[in-house]
């Protein structure tokens, strides 16, 4: 079978799941793919133009339910969380992405598409959409990639200057121990996506409010 970029990129991407980036090299690439490694230099010029392809690809085939009807919270909600199966689908690509490709994300993207129609939508003026959308990306780009590499768990774990562990709610001191054991692991990975999407929207929330407010105080 001849060689072509786009099966260059699936055998890429299968290498990449299973190994890591670091140990994608263009020999291995070639032997997964039964051909001469020069060859493959006909299709892509170096490794950093593999990554880049496996990326467009990846992006490419983000999918996301169509809620017109539903309200823009409930649309960004959806959007989000499918974004993120999608890089715990492939978290070696996507945690390498977030940090090594500032243009991983590309206008005709899906993700930004959709993105950026439901920004539109909630209400925010078509001068802020880019911008606005730009920074729900960063903070969720940011937790899915501390997820990614552990950084969120840790975090997570760390007590505040002064927290006792003896200590609960109500103040009597007693604690369970199964809920000791919780607390010394962290929240769920899933609980900490839903605390961070359930803040972005109250902002955005009280950022439509308050632009409200504001032209109507202007009448």
Known sequence: MPLTEAGIYAAALRLIDADGVEALTMRKLATALDANPMS???????????????????????????????????????????????????????????????????????????LTAIVAAAGFARSEVSEIAALMVAVVIGVLAAELNGSLHQWSTLKPPGFDDREDGDGDGDVDPDSADLASEGPDRDHMFRLVMDTLITGLESRLTRDRDGRDAGL
Request: aromatic share 12%; net charge positive.
């Open 40 to 114: 493959l230099y006909h299709h892509v010029p170096n490794k950093e133009a593999v990554l880049r392809g496996v990326t467009r690809m990846v992006g490419a085939r983000f999918r996301t339910v169509t809620l017109e009807d539903a309200p823009w919270q409930e649309r960004i909600r959806l959007l989000a969380t499918d974004f993120r199966t999608l890089a715990h689908r492939h978290p070696e690509l996507m945690a390498y992405s977030f940090s090594h490709q500032r243009d991983f994300i590309q206008p005709d993207d899906p993700f930004w598409t959709a």
